[in-house]
């Protein structure tokens, strides 16, 4: 239907009002020369309303007269009427498309780049790099490489967890996620703060550049400020940024939980097998007598194979034989020895917490609970280290 309406606007239409005495005649005479009316009311017994393309109305206007019937035109829509109007305002015209197609080569522009998530990179050091590689505002969008330009970004910092360059509108989006990375790799050249980088009760702060704005014994939340690079001027009220730095040691808690099922389940093959056969046609597949498998409980597998070998020549022919094998499976329920989980889930628990651990931390506890909720057992590992939980924030940012 819309595409309808689209197509009648180009072309144009009419909405036109007929008077006369005959007018069943009239549209009898229109419908046996396809002439084609809508949008058609009665008003009176001697006027109706119609809606008519403009070929149509000439074909109409041929016929009115035929009939004794008035014609009139009370409105015009469509893309020929607004062409006629511009013929009589060029200069309007002229504007019109000087408008437009200023916007279009202005929005064919970058004009912002814009830097999401960074903390440990200084934000004009990487606008910078992007500009060195010719990705600056002002170029057109069409000559940005989103692929080349992850790929410059990622040879000059090797921390990141996550790139992700888009073009919206008329912005270049850069998003990035950071990893830990050492202090000392951190541009000294800017100011930062030291924050934390996860929960923990501190337990030494040693500030060797900056202030310390914690201390002993306190808890900290993760992005907390530990050590500020604001310092404060000794002979004024001042304020100035410093490169922030130092140690400091928290004690801090890992925890993993794994649950296991102390009866489960295990599909045993009986032996018995079903088969079906069929091909595939471009991974579209037809089976041939396909019926009931005659199994509750089945594990499937396909095996393919071509029809005509052209492997020699480095051909993959798309129509394969294919057959397809059901074997019947018994589920038999299966209890396992408590205290084999509990050594299990107990082992595999401190790997998932060794992942997160840093080669540095001191491990001053570990603790296990064990839990059991019906046919579950829940095993809680927890790890508690002592650690240097210090990460810099560039303040620039």
Known sequence: ML???????????????????????????????DIYLWNVNRLSNTRIEATVSLSGLEALEAIVNKSGCEIEIIGKTGLPFILNRLKYKKMFALGVAVFISLILFLSSLLWKIEIIGIEQIPKDKLVNLLKDNDIRVGIFKHRIDKKKVEKIILSEYDFLSFLDVQISGIKLIVDIKELDIEPDRVDKSYPCNLVAKKKGVIVKIVAKNGEAVVEKGQIVEENDILISGTMKSESSDERYLVHAEGEVLAQTRYSHIIELPIVKLEEVETGRVYKQRGLTINDKGVRFLSGNIPFENYTEEVIEKDIIDFKWLKLDFPVKFVTYLFREVEIKEIKQEIEYLKAYSKLEATKEINKQLSETCEIISRNEIYTIDENILRTQVTIETIEDIGRKQIISN
């Open 3 to 33: 595409a309808i309406k689209i197509w009648n606007y180009i072309r144009g239409y009419v909405i036109i009002r007929i008077r006369g005495l005959t007018l069943e005649r009239l549209l009898n005479l229109a419908l046996s020369k």
